[in-house]
Structure formats: structure tokens, C-alpha cells
């Protein structure tokens, strides 16, 4: 892990509602499929698709100095459901979250106080996350998307949390290089 004493920072953005709508508009067919499934996490392979339908969301990271990026994840939580716990098996160390639909809900981290992880097959495309169902952990820290963007550490163990009657959506975006300049942002 890079990064070990960091776990999570709001990012400002001034442009948050232009930035939502973009995303809810390309995103809008897979967010409808995830929500039949209640639960699930898809890659984003369109990724020049994706750069052409958010102006904005471009724009607010090249400001912010951010890399190209390594890929995109649209992640959906049903209502009334916790998502695993876990920490992410990815190359990079950071992820900028924003959330589209998150009222009420948030990303809780965890501490191992004994226990180890163990690797776990994800989704279709030959991802693995890192379980620590045999593990003993303890509540660290949380952050909500209710308000703006969020920086995070995926290494960190974690889980979402969807207390709510609705389906909490939200999209996980992972560059090129981490954008460890943001830590101090």
C-alpha cells in the first residue's frame, strides 16, 4: 500500500450537478440493468464514449490535474444491502468516487485487528477483491457521496452501506497515475 495513512478525502466541486447529469444520461441502460441484479459493479469498456459524453467531468479533472484514466467502474448497491467487505486488488491505490444516487448511505472502512484476507473471483471480467470474511475487523472511519466527490484508499478494507429503501449508484474512476497531488488538495 502507498499510502498507508490516508483513507478518504472530499474533493470540492463546484460543478457537481452538470457532472451527475452527464454521467446519469451515458450511464442510464446499465444503471437500469445493475438495478434488476440489485447488487453489482461493471467496467466501463467505452472509455472514448465516455470521455465524449462528460464535458464536465472532464473539464473538473484536468483542472484538478488528474492522469487519463485506467478505467471506470459504475458500482450499485440495492436497497436495504451491504455491499462485501473488502479491499480492492487493482494496480492503482486510489479511486475518485462520485456518487449519483447515495442519499443516506455511505462507504464504511475498517481496521484487521487478527484474521488474514483471502482472494475472491468479482464480476465477469476476471477481477479478484480481497475478502476478509475470516477476518476480525473493527469500524475505522466513513465517508458519505451525498455531497461531493471523494478520494479514497482502496487498499483499505471496506464496504458500502445501503441503510435506504432506494438503490445507492455511484461511479469509481481510477487514472493512470494515482493522483497523490490531491492528498494535499
Known amino acids: 500500500m502507498k499510502y498507508p495513512d490516508f483513507w478518504h478525502k472530499e474533493i470540492p466541486c463546484s460543478n457537481q450537478q452538470a457532472i451527475q447529469a452527464e454521467l446519469k444520461t451515458f450511464l442510464a441502460d446499465r444503471i437500469t440493468k445493475l438495478e434488476k441484479i440489485g447488487i ?3 467496467h466501463i469498456d467505452d472509455i472514448q464514449g465516455f470521455v465524449e459524453a462528460t464535458p464536465s467531468l472532464n473539464a473538473w ?14 458500482v450499485v448497491i440495492g436497497a436495504n444491502k451491504n455491499q462485501n467487505i473488502h479491499t480492492d486488488a487493482q494496480k492503482n491505490d486510489l479511486a475518485l468516487n462520485i456518487g449519483l444516487q447515495v442519499k443516506n448511505t455511505t462507504t464504511q472502512m475498517y481496521k484487521i ?9 468479482y464480476g465477469s471480467q476476471g477481477l479478484v477483491y480481497i475478502s476478509y470474511k475470516n477476518c476480525k475487523i473493527e469500524p475505522y472511519t466513513n465517508f458519505s457521496l451525498e455531497f461531493q466527490p471523494v478520494l479514497f484508499n482502496t487498499k483499505h478494507v471496506h464496504n458500502v452501506v445501503n441503510p435506504t429503501d432506494a438503490t445507492r449508484i ?16
Request: contains cysteine.
Open 40 to 42: 453489482g459493479f461493471e
Open 113 to 121: 485487528a487478527e484474521g488474514e484476507p483471502v482472494e475472491v473471483p
Open 61 to 74: 479533472l484536468k483542472e484538478l490535474g488528474c492522469s487519463f484514466y485506467r478505467n471506470i467502474a459504475l
Open 170 to 185: 455511484a461511479i469509481s474512476m481510477r487514472f493512470i497515475e494515482d493522483p497523490a497531488h490531491l492528498l494535499n488538495h
